[in-house]
């Protein structure tokens, strides 16, 4: 945001561009705060996005970057193996955190209801 702003030292100078991106920046953690304390159930769905990208980036992305980039026809077939078993975890992973996160949702929920 800021680059699309044209905040440059070489625009606004050395000390300008400072005060600028120091107000910027505090404004926009001010708006995101507020939006995280208004939003009901914010951790939780917090959480259940992180279920979902942290497994994928960590163990389907790289795999499937490496096989895209070998390609098919270059990977050894005990790769091949290793890759499908380490994006099979990935996917286990991302289920188990996605059920865990929606379980804990739905406790949430259930216990606000309820008072």
């Keep these: ?5 044209g905040v440059t030292k070489e625009k606004l100078g050395r000390v300008k561009e400072f005060i600028f991106r120091t107000a910027f920046r505090t404004v926009f953690f001010g708006i995101m705060t507020a939006i ?15 279920a979902f990208s ?4 960590l ?21 091949l193996i290793i890759g499908v ?3 099979g975890l990935g996917i ?17 929920i259930r216990e606000d209801k309820d008072k």
């Design 1 to 5: 945001l800021e680059l699309a702003l």
């Design 36 to 50: 995280a304390i208004v939003i009901p159930y914010f951790g939780d769905i917090i959480s259940l996005v992180g």
């Design 54 to 57: 942290t497994s994928i980036l």
């Design 59 to 79: 163990f389907i992305v790289p795999v499937a970057c490496y096989l895209k980039l070998l390609g098919w026809k270059h990977v050894r077939w005990y790769q």
């Design 85 to 87: 078993c380490i994006m």
């Design 92 to 108: 286990y992973v991302c289920v188990l955190g996605a059920k865990g996160a929606i379980e804990t949702l739905q406790e949430h």
